[in-house]
């Protein structure tokens, strides 16, 4: 009969313990995903300021001047763009 007893006052337990496990795994994914979208912002954040400094460093007569062909190749507009 104890022991019986002794089984049935560990089940009674395991429902709070299970229920603060639970509670510290959705803890878990709730950071993960934070820290994730936060590390998402800082490099989009990044790499808006890359593509800004390259926008302003290219020349846009020269880039208008391309034809979209071979005779490009040749041309100083895009010799001066490579």
Do not use: C
């Not at 002794?6 to 959705?26: C, E, M, N, T, Y």
């Not at 878990?28 to 800004?52: S, V, Y």
């Not at 290219?58 to 040749?74: M, S």
């Amino acid at each position: 009969m104890r022991r019986d007893r002794h089984i049935s006052d560990r089940a009674k337990g395991s429902g709070p313990l299970f229920a603060q496990v639970l509670a510290v795994l959705i803890a878990g994914a709730l950071f993960a995903w934070w820290m994730a979208a936060r590390a998402d912002r800082q490099m989009r954040a990044g790499l808006r300021q890359e593509a800004r400094l390259v926008a302003q460093g290219v020349n846009l007569g020269h880039v208008k001047a391309l034809n979209g062909t071979q005779t490009d190749l040749a041309s100083p507009a895009y010799l001066q763009l490579k």
